[in-house]
Each structure stands twice: as C-alpha cells, then as structure tokens.
C-alpha cells in the first residue's frame, strides 16, 4: 500500500496524542515494499520502507503534539517544502512542521526528528515496538 492509500482521520493536537506503548504487528513484507509507507492511525504510527529496509517513526509533532501526516492529505503543497530521496513528506497540520518520507525534520517550527521505534521482521511479519526508540537511520533489513 503507498503513501496515498494508507492516509486516514487524523487527531487534533495536545495531550489527547500519543502513541501506545507495546509492540504491534502492522504488516508484512509484500505489502510494505521499498518506497511505500504505511499510516497506522489508531497507533499513531507511519511505517515505510527503503532501500537499508523496514523503519518506523511516530507521528506526533514534536512541536505541540499534533498528528502528523502525508503531504496533500492535510497541508497544502509547499514550494519551500523538501522531499526525502523517496519523494514522500510528511507535514504537521498545527504549525506547518515538514519531516522528509523517514520522518527527519526540513521545516520548523519544530527542531527534532519525528520518534522511530524498533522494528523487528520475523518471517516476513513486521512488528514495531514503541516502548524502544532508536536512531533515524536505524532499519530492520529484509
């Protein structure tokens, strides 16, 4: 499923966010192929793969707490906006925070990267496991 197919309702800012502790299975590795992503809305969870493999980030604005998401779905096309080597980006609704298609910051206000998480892949099922954070460029390779 790509980017555009996996956008769904959004929450609004604040409290009323936050990603749930546990480990959650959220798909497979035919459906998240190299240079899709996937939103996981309920769990407040983007999970994409690329190249190095399958990476996971969170999708609260580390600015005030507002639900990030695909560009298009929620924020308007920005000329100033930049895309990742995949071309997704991802945007913040709240304040226009921009984060390229791994969840890296391009545009403030906020100043840290989106939360990714440990992904483990075990016959072709992947899991993430929010109460483990880990480096940007971590990946669970395939």
């Not at 945007?91 to 840290?112: E, L, M």
């Not at 440990?118 to 395939?142: H, L």
Request: glycine share 16%.
């Amino acid at each position: 499923m790509g980017a555009a197919g996996a956008v769904s309702a959004l929450g609004c800012g604040g409290d009323s966010n936050s990603t749930p502790s546990g480990t959650f299975a959220v798909g497979t590795t035919t459906e998240i192929t190299v240079g899709t992503w996937k939103r996981l809305a309920d769990k407040h969870l983007i999970v994409g793969r690329d190249a190095g493999g399958v990476f996971a980030f969170g999708t609260i604005c580390p600015h005030e707490g507002f639900d990030v998401d695909f560009e298009g779905s929620q924020c308007p096309a920005s000329p100033n906006a930049r895309t990742s080597t995949t071309g997704n980006l991802v945007c913040c609704s709240g304040h226009g925070g921009r984060f390229n298609g791994t969840g890296v910051v391009t545009g403030g206000p906020p100043t840290t990267n989106l939360t990714h998480y440990k992904v483990t892949i075990a016959s072709g099922n992947i899991s993430v496991d929010t109460t483990v954070t880990v480096p940007v460029a971590e990946r669970a390779t395939v």
